[in-house]
């Protein structure tokens, strides 16, 4: 494998968290690529993943989602984002020592915000007590298995994508 000559960054958080965005800005100022994991999924699968969930169930899009993280963490030299439900997953969790892992933390308020009606997004769909519900129980649900990942955390409510890009920076 090529010798790794910048900072390969994981990112990690909720949807609605930035990873997407954030990614792309840390990706342009380096001069690197930026993978997704869901957009890995998207190819494999050949559909968009709300389809995946529809089609084929959560269970299988997590086990895509698996093998794509697994193969982008081995062979992915650039900024690496990851699907909100990715890290979930044991061995995942596992593979993801020794890498440099930024949880990109967001609130409730911003994280409603930024994901509106949850196009795109099948977890937030249905359920009791409509998208912020969701979002709540998603947040308290998984946020300590972002912290227990994360080499770095960086706040993001109520900042740009280039000022929190900022901080992933300093905070490597
Ligand atoms: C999911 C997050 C989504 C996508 C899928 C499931 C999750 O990715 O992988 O809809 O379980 O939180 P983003 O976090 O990029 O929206």
């Known amino acids: 494998m090529a010798e790794q000559t910048r900072p390969r960054v994981v990112l990690v958080g909720p949807m609605g968290s930035g990873k997407s965005t954030v990614g792309r800005v840390l990706a342009q100022r380096w001069g690197v690529d930026v993978r997704d994991s869901d957009a890995d999924v998207e190819q494999t699968a050949g559909k968009p993943v ?95 298995v972002y912290e227990g990942v994360a080499t770095v955390v960086v706040d993001t409510d109520g900042r740009t994508p280039e000022q929190v890009a900022d901080d992933v920076e300093n905070g490597l």
Request: aromatic fraction near 4%; proline fraction near 4%; avoid cysteine.
């Open 50 to 144: 709300p389809e995946v969930f529809v089609d084929d169930g959560e269970a299988r899009f997590r086990e895509l989602e698996k093998a794509a993280v697994a193969l982008a963490l081995r062979t992915h030299d650039g900024v690496l984002s990851l699907g909100g439900g990715a890290v979930l997953d044991p061995d995942t969790q596992v593979l993801l020592e020794g890498h440099r892992v930024v949880f990109l933390r967001v609130g409730l308020a911003d994280a409603v915000k930024r994901v509106g009606i949850g196009a795109g997004r099948p977890l937030l769909l249905g359920g009791d007590g409509g998208i912020r519900a969701r979002v709540r129980s998603l947040l308290e649900e998984r946020n300590p």
